[in-house]
Structures are given as C-alpha cells and as structure tokens.
C-alpha cells in the first residue's frame, strides 16, 4: 500500500534561513509525489507536484523538491524562508488511474520566528 | 477558470442531529470530486470519490454518506452524528483525464464541531 512518512511534525525556522523538510514514501513502482500547503484555517494549496522526469521540481513561491528514488524521498527545500511561509506542509502520493487516491503525510507545521 | 465552493463555512451540531455539507464547482465539465476529512491536527484521510453524476465510491466507512445529484455538486451527509465526525471536511476536484495521477485541487473546508 502507498505511504508517506513526514518525520518532522514542527519544525521552526528563522526569518532568513534555508528550509527542508523531509518526506519518504512507499510506493510500488514510479511514484506520483505532491506538496501542498496549509494556511491556518484554510483549505490545501498545491506547491508543485513530480510526475516521472527531471528529479528537481521547481513551484511557487521559490519552493522546490528533489525525488530520489534510491532514498525513496521527495524533500521539499527554500533558500530563504518568509515569515508568510509560516505553515503546515503535506507531502502526498498517488495512485494512478480512476478516482485517484492521494495518500497524505501526517504534516509538517512550521514556525518562522523573526 | 475554476472555482470550489464548499458550504457552510463552519458548523456547530450536537450529537445525534443530523448533517450535510456541500460543495459545487464552476468552469469544469465532468470533473472526479472528492471529499477528504483531517481530524483537528492531524492528516488527511479520503472519503469518498465520484467520476461521474449518480455514483459514489467509498474509501473510508466513517458512518458518512456522499451524493453527487449534479454534475457540478457533491453532497457529504449523514443522519447522526457522532463525537468522532468532528474536524475539517475538504472537497476537492481534479481533472477526471484518467489514466496517470491527478492534481486534487482544494476547497476551503468546512469546519464540524460536534457537541
């Protein structure tokens, strides 16, 4: 069965600095790999998703993730975190075909202090 | 371009009355519709899942029922409720191309408390 693991439920950053967080997954055969994020109190917006092909997935916001297969781990980085950063991220796997079902971490909450 | 709109915003119920929370979207013919809950601090957990107007797939059995009556419409209901059904309800749409994984784009939620 598909799964992903998000080890580090908070994480705080300081205003300024680089930003990883980390996801693994499980997933029998290629993998279809998504990052959303969470304002508080809202619903989830999608931050860039990794279809098979170039490893590195640049989105918004100058967020990126980096697949690897052979670590089965899809991490999300920043160079420079904004206090408007100040979230909580889901890394998700999918199975393909009809009624897709997207399988969430338990999230990452971060903190951004000034 | 497409929007979601889920309502209410939020709901207070006592346990035992009964619920429905909806959700329509806009500028998307046939889309696959969804509906996600997330207990307060914790993940996302499927639900149910439509491809087409009339016909609901259950993911997850949490004493909960879903209807799709339109093409543009997904319906979350149930007759009691219980403790356990407080939390965030998410709908959401995605393409419905088949074949390789979707984009699953969100609504706002809707907030349940259940006294």
């Known amino acids: 069965a598909q799964s992903v693991t998000q080890p580090d439920a908070r994480v705080t950053v300081s205003e300024g600095a680089s930003l990883q967080l980390r996801c693994k997954y499980s997933?029998?055969?290629?993998?279809?790999l998504f990052w959303y994020v969470q304002y508080p109190r809202q619903g989830l917006q999608l931050l860039l998703k990794y279809y098979p092909g170039d490893p590195v997935v640049q989105g918004v916001n100058g967020f990126e993730a980096e697949f690897s297969k052979s670590n089965s781990s899809f991490h999300l980085r920043k160079a420079s975190v904004h206090w408007s950063d100040w979230a909580v991220y889901f890394c998700?796997?999918?199975?393909?075909?009809?009624?897709?079902?997207?399988?969430f971490g338990k999230g990452a909450k971060l903190t951004v202090s000034p | 371009a497409q929007t979601i709109h889920q309502w209410p915003v939020a709901e207070i119920k006592a346990v035992g009355s009964p619920l429905s929370l909806g959700c329509t979207i806009k500028g998307k013919s046939s889309p696959n519709l969804y509906w996600y809950w997330q207990a307060t601090g914790g993940t996302l957990q499927q639900l149910f899942y439509?491809?087409?107007?009339?016909?609901v797939e259950s993911v997850v059995q949490l004493n909960l029922s879903a209807s799709r009556p339109k093409d543009d419409q997904f319906i979350l209901s149930t007759e009691k409720l219980l403790l356990s059904h407080s939390g965030f309800y998410l709908c959401a749409w995605s393409l419905g191309l088949g074949g390789g994984a979707e984009t699953l784009y969100f609504g706002s939620g809707t907030r349940l408390t259940v006294l």
């Open positions: 998700a796997v999918s199975s393909q075909g009809t009624g897709s079902k997207l399988s």
């Open positions: 997933y029998f055969g290629t993998p279809y």
């Open positions: 439509s491809i087409t107007v009339g016909q």
